[in-house]
Nanobody, 124 residues
Framework: QVTLVESGGGLVQAGGSLRLSCADS????????MAWFRQAPGKEREFVAA????????YYADSIKGRFTVSRDGTKNTAFLQMNSLEPEDTAVYYC?????????????????WGQGTQVTVSS
């Protein structure tokens, strides 16, 4: 089975940076499209970013405005989300997701495997 584990969340001041990691020790992630979603308390789940299997193409939500970068490292079997210029509005639980297929989707229902989430809190 695919078991995704996120790490790297925490508390940061506005304007700061965090790097989230998503790793799987059960099987290689090279055959999966990877994506990041987030959900704030009382809010709906929101698409953040996605990356193709090869890492050649990346997709972002408009709200990111160039502040985040999604990447992956096949050797480490890990996906990353580098978050810069964080704002209080970025506060949420961030989830890593994986799906078989060639093209990333912005719909959460298209992803079969999900991590447990990691909390990101940005203070003003």
């Amino acid at each position: 089975q695919v078991t995704l584990v996120e790490s790297g969340g925490g508390l940061v001041q506005a304007g700061g940076s965090l790097r989230l990691s998503c790793a799987d020790s059960g099987r290689p992630l090279s055959t999966y499209v990877m994506a990041w979603f987030r959900q704030a308390p009382g809010k709906e789940r929101e698409f953040v970013a996605a990356i193709t299997r090869s890492g050649g193409r990346r997709y972002y939500a408009d709200s990111i405005k160039g502040r985040f970068t999604v990447s992956r490292d096949g050797t480490k079997n890990t996906a990353f989300l580098q978050m810069n210029s964080l704002e209080p509005e970025d506060t949420a639980v961030y989830y890593c997701a994986a799906a078989a297929g060639e093209f990333p989707s912005r719909r959460g229902d298209d992803y079969k495997y999900w991590g447990q989430g990691t909390q990101v809190t940005v203070s003003s």
